[in-house]
């Protein structure tokens, strides 16, 4: 299964895009790439998720490189309330025999300052 | 916003008791799964089920154990609480394939004294 690196932490302006990476070199053709977030110890909210194409939903812009090998979240306005632990996960299609196949890393924590 | 329920949402409970943490879900989802996490680590996934009379151990070991008797309701059971359970205990469930896009409870925080 392909595991995900993140940089442990990162700061934004509050306003301003925050982009934060993902690297998932061995991702293979039927993995999704999906972003998790969780807020001072609530249950992880889910975010996004994408395969090949570029993302967008009312959260949140997800780029994938065409190798898939990387990946990047977009929040376009950060908010204070965006202060969280931001989780990238790689996952199978989620047939059976897939399910339990998500690993949640250490993931980044975003920092939005005033 | 998914419908997804865990109670209780805090317990404390002295050593030696036997305890369940409830989840529900409303939206019919077949897979379930149980995570463990404690303060400012990383989710590890102990238990998973694929739907009714379907559960499978995740990659961390657990003395807990759990049972899917029903779609909607996925209990996790401690039949003797140690300080060493003290964690909190995240239920989630997915939406079926494709992909596997996991909308998880509010948690339960339990402290074993």
């Known amino acids: 299964d392909a595991k995900t690196t993140q940089p442990p932490s990162m700061d934004c302006a509050e306003g301003r895009a925050a982009n934060l990476p993902c690297n998932h070199s061995t991702i293979s053709g039927n993995e999704y790439v999906y972003w998790y977030r969780q807020i001072h110890s609530q249950g992880p909210q889910y975010i996004i998720h994408?395969?090949?194409n570029n993302e967008t939903n009312e959260m949140a812009s997800l780029i994938i490189t065409e190798d898939r090998k990387s990946s990047t979240l977009i929040l376009p306005h950060a908010t204070l309330r965006d202060t969280a632990v931001y989780y990238c996960?790689?996952?199978?299609?989620?047939?059976?025999?897939?399910?339990?196949?998500?690993?949640f890393g250490d993931g980044t924590t975003l920092t939005v300052k005033p | 916003e998914a419908d997804i329920y865990q109670t209780p949402r805090y317990l404390v409970i002295g050593t030696g008791k036997k305890i369940t943490l409830e989840c529900s879900q409303t939206?019919?989802?077949?897979?379930m799964y149980w995570y463990q996490q404690d303060p400012g680590m990383e989710l590890h996934l102990i238990h998973y089920s694929y739907g009714v009379n379907s559960t499978e151990k995740g990659d961390l070991s657990s003395e807990s154990t759990v049972s899917r008797i029903r779609t909607e309701h996925f209990p996790l059971t401690l039949e003797s609480a140690r300080p060493s359970h003290t964690s909190q205990y995240l239920c989630a469930s997915s939406f079926p394939p494709p992909g596997d896009t996991q909308y998880f409870g509010p948690g339960t925080r339990l402290t074993v004294l």
């Open positions: 939206m019919g989802h077949d897979k």
């Open positions: 994408g395969l090949k």
């Open positions: 996960i790689v996952s199978p299609e989620g047939g059976c025999g897939n399910a339990g196949k998500s690993t």
